[in-house]
Each structure stands twice: as structure tokens, then as C-alpha cells.
């Protein structure tokens, strides 16, 4: 992989996610939940300076800290154009753009369904991809904008990346999703799998990354197969309380 990525949470679900090229020192923050954090993260860290924001759509838990970040380090701020409803924006970008954090270059891929102008950055060459909040481990992010069909496209893009893929999501929901997969799924498997993330989890222990693999084995809008069968599932989660 050509980038390091730091994990760390923030606000009450979130996670922050800072990234530096390997090569040349750039560093980048995906989505800013809390400036504060992200400013004491990379003070500990001492990475250098922040030089970009990378938003992967306009939600407030995403996008919350660019003003502050943007005074504080005169760093540039990439996103779709749909970020401007909530914070700063310097650079629009769409699907089929590339962003450079130094000698890394993460493709930038339209992912609409959450919100409608959601896009994911994907390292191809390190076969890693932040995902915001399209999909999560066990889990894919609420219809808040985009239809069932537009989020089932949107996983179908993902799912055709190699398995090894590394997802970085941007909140952990995890004990929730497993709950609600095995109300779907009675798989001996799938039951392995939640018990080892069980244990992450009691431990204090982030569940991100998780890796394509294993979500297109074991998350139920991945397992899905087709739009409508997605779509009753995804209503179903809405109105779970398991």
C-alpha cells in the first residue's frame, strides 16, 4: 500500500481517517467530523501538515470541521459539488476525476444512494478505498437521498474491485449490522465471523477496516444478489430494533 492510514474515533460514531503518501510526506484527512481532533491527531502524529481535504459528500458529521481545518492550515478542500450545502469547498470533483496525495492517486468513482452526490476515493494500486458512508462492515449507509436501485449500483461498482480491497468506512455500526444480518443470514459461517468481531468490539477495538472479501461474503446487502431483494432488506434495517 502506498499510503499510511491513521484510524481514530470522533464525535459519538464516527471515525476520523488521516492518510500520508509514503513517498512524499503529503497528508490528507478523509471527511473532517472534528478539526480539533483531526488537528491534535496530526500534532501527535507528526505527520506535517495537512495539505487536503478529501469530502466524500456534504452530511455535517462529514464536512463539520473544513472551515476550521482550512483557517487553521490553509489546506485545500476536494469534494462533490453537493458539499457546499453544509462547508467550504475549493476543488469540485465528479466521477471520473482523480485527487493526487503525493505520488498516490485515488480515483474518484460516484456512489450515489445515501446522498445523491456521494462519491468513494479508491487507491487501485494499493487496493484500498475510503468509503464514507456507503458501505460499512455487516452494513450500507440509509437512503437519505438516492433510491434502492441508485445504492445497489453504487455496492455493484464496489463489489467488482479484488477481494483483498481494504474499506475504510467512516462510522462504527457494526454491533448494530450484526444483529441485523444474522436475522437474515443463519449461516454457522456468518455467526463464526460476528463472534470474532464480537470480541473486537468488547475489547475496545475498531471493526475498520474490513476487507471487500468479507463483506461480499458476509454483509447482507452485499449477499442481496439483486436491487429488489436489497431494497426489502434495506427497509427491513431501517425499521429493525433487534
Given at each position: 500500500?502506498?499510503?499510511?492510514v491513521?484510524?481514530?474515533?470522533?464525535?459519538?460514531?464516527?471515525?476520523?481517517?488521516?492518510?500520508?503518501?509514503?513517498?512524499?510526506?503529503?497528508?490528507?484527512?478523509?471527511?473532517?467530523?472534528?478539526a480539533?481532533?483531526?488537528?491534535?491527531?496530526?500534532?501527535?502524529?507528526?505527520?506535517?501538515?495537512l495539505?487536503?481535504?478529501?469530502?466524500?459528500?456534504w452530511?455535517?458529521?462529514?464536512?463539520?470541521?473544513?472551515?476550521?481545518?482550512?483557517?487553521?492550515?490553509?489546506?485545500?478542500i476536494?469534494?462533490?459539488?453537493?458539499?457546499?450545502?453544509?462547508?467550504?469547498?475549493?476543488?469540485?470533483i465528479?466521477?471520473?476525476?482523480?485527487?493526487?496525495?503525493?505520488?498516490?492517486?485515488?480515483?474518484?468513482i460516484?456512489?450515489?444512494?445515501?446522498t445523491?452526490?456521494?462519491?468513494?476515493?479508491?487507491?487501485?494500486?494499493g487496493?484500498?478505498?475510503?468509503?464514507?458512508?456507503?458501505?460499512?462492515t455487516l452494513?450500507?449507509?440509509?437512503?437519505?437521498?438516492?433510491?434502492?436501485?441508485q445504492?445497489?449500483?453504487?455496492?455493484?461498482?464496489?463489489?467488482?474491485?479484488?477481494?483483498e480491497?481494504?474499506?475504510w468506512?467512516?462510522h462504527?455500526?457494526?454491533a448494530?449490522n450484526?444483529?441485523?444480518?444474522l436475522?437474515?443470514?443463519?449461516r454457522?459461517?456468518?455467526?463464526?465471523?460476528?463472534e470474532?468481531?464480537?470480541?473486537?468490539?468488547?475489547?475496545?477495538?475498531?471493526?475498520v477496516?474490513?476487507?471487500?472479501?468479507e463483506e461480499?461474503?458476509f454483509?447482507p446487502?452485499?449477499?442481496?444478489g439483486?436491487?429488489?431483494t436489497?431494497?426489502?432488506?434495506?427497509?427491513?434495517?431501517?425499521?429493525?430494533?433487534?
Amino acid at each position: 500500500m502506498t499510503l499510511d492510514v491513521h484510524l481514530f474515533p470522533c464525535l459519538s460514531d464516527n471515525y476520523g481517517l488521516l492518510v500520508r503518501d509514503r513517498t512524499a510526506g503529503a497528508v490528507a484527512t478523509i471527511d473532517t467530523p472534528d478539526a480539533d481532533r483531526i488537528l491534535e491527531e496530526l500534532s501527535t502524529l507528526g505527520w506535517g501538515p495537512l495539505g487536503q481535504v478529501l469530502n466524500t459528500h456534504w452530511h455535517p458529521d462529514h464536512t463539520g470541521g473544513n472551515a476550521a481545518l482550512k483557517a487553521a492550515t490553509g489546506c485545500t478542500i476536494h469534494g462533490p459539488a453537493e458539499v457546499r450545502r453544509a462547508a467550504p469547498l475549493d476543488h469540485e470533483i465528479r466521477d471520473g476525476d482523480t485527487v493526487q496525495v503525493g505520488d498516490t492517486r485515488l480515483d474518484v468513482i460516484a456512489a450515489p444512494g445515501h446522498t445523491l452526490g456521494h462519491v468513494v476515493f479508491h487507491d487501485p494500486e494499493g487496493r484500498t478505498a475510503f468509503v464514507g458512508d456507503v458501505l460499512f462492515t455487516l452494513g450500507c449507509g440509509r437512503l437519505f437521498e438516492g433510491t434502492p436501485e441508485q445504492m445497489w449500483d453504487s455496492l455493484a461498482t464496489l463489489m467488482a474491485w479484488p477481494d483483498e480491497t481494504e474499506i475504510w468506512c467512516a462510522h462504527e455500526y457494526t454491533a448494530a449490522n450484526a444483529r441485523f444480518a444474522l436475522s437474515v443470514d443463519d449461516r454457522p459461517e456468518l455467526r463464526t465471523h460476528v463472534e470474532a468481531l464480537r470480541v473486537r468490539i468488547d475489547a475496545g477495538q475498531p471493526t475498520v477496516p474490513t476487507t471487500l472479501g468479507e463483506e461480499r461474503r458476509f454483509n447482507p446487502f452485499l449477499t442481496a444478489g439483486d436491487a429488489g431483494t436489497f431494497a426489502r432488506r434495506r427497509a427491513a434495517k431501517d425499521e429493525f430494533r433487534g
